[in-house]
T-cell receptor, first 114, second 118 residues
Framework: ETGVTQSPTHLIKTRGQQVTLRCSSQ?????VSWYQQALGQGPQFIFQ???????GRGNFPPRFSGLQFPNYSSELNVNALELDDSALYLC?????????????FGQGTRLTVV | AQKVTQAQTEISVVEKEDVTLDCVYE???????LFWYKQPPSGELVFLIR??????QNEISGRYSWNFQKSTSSFNFTITASQVVDSAVYFC???????????????FGTGTLLAVQP
């Protein structure tokens, strides 16, 4: 196990609703990245949080937003859900204080928008 | 722009066969990292290996081995004597150096589904 936990594991929402996904990072890690993985695709980078600030963002609209807390856990919020937001959302924990770090992933949250 | 290509969408082998998963990458950075992750049906991405761009030595870990060749921008992964438990989707990924303020985001390929038949 990586020590990265995500909640919930599964979620069904209706189009137009809002959703919050949560991630607890591995002990000693200060960076959390979020990825969206559509069915049959590789994960796509959404954004990264480092020491409670956004530190890079992929090609996702502003309705995807996030937070990082002092304990380095993180939330991903998606407003005005669309059907195409249905995907596996993965959180990755790492440390930017080490130059050669790998990211450890949680088990993901599978979001279905109907 | 950074890009990772995994041309093999699906591979099916019989147990005990050797199998090689191909990965070709593109980047303008001189310092970068390459990764392989395994994704079983449960969904979690399991880290297998990280190589930095300055280290072209091949690596072997049990039945797994990796061949990194900068000249061809490839980072291939071989499983020797495959087992049913190796069945999963395997992703190759690329990132820039993550120190300082750089965003060390991972750029993933589309993955290769490996099915090992008993």
């Amino acid at each position: 196990e990586t020590g990265v936990t995500q909640s919930p594991t599964h979620l069904i929402k209706t189009r137009g609703q809002q959703v919050t996904l949560r991630c607890s990072s591995q002990s000693g890690h200060n960076t959390v990245s979020w990825y969206q993985q559509a069915l049959g695709q590789g994960p796509q980078f959404i954004f990264q949080y480092y020491r409670e600030e956004e530190n890079g963002r992929g090609n996702f609209p502003p309705r995807f937003s996030g937070l990082q807390f002092p304990n380095y856990s993180s939330e991903l919020n998606v407003n005005a859900l669309e059907l195409d937001d249905s995907a596996l959302y993965l959180c990755a924990s790492s440390s930017k204080d080490r130059w050669d770090t790998e990211a450890f992933f949680g088990q993901g949250t599978r979001l279905t928008v109907v | 722009a950074q890009k990772v290509t995994q041309a093999q969408t699906e591979i099916s082998v019989v147990e005990k066969e050797d199998v090689t998963l191909d990965c070709v990458y593109e980047t303008r950075d001189t310092t970068y990292y390459l990764f392989w992750y395994k994704q079983p049906p449960s969904g979690e991405l399991v880290f297998l290996i990280r190589r930095n761009s300055f280290d072209e030595q091949n690596e072997i870990s049990g039945r797994y081995s990796w061949n990194f060749q900068k000249s061809t921008s490839s980072f291939n992964f071989t499983i020797t004597a495959s087992q049913v438990v190796d069945s999963a989707v395997y992703f190759c990924a690329l990132s820039e150096a993550g120190y300082g303020g750089a965003t060390n985001k991972l750029i993933f390929g589309t993955g290769t589904l490996l099915a090992v038949q008993p």
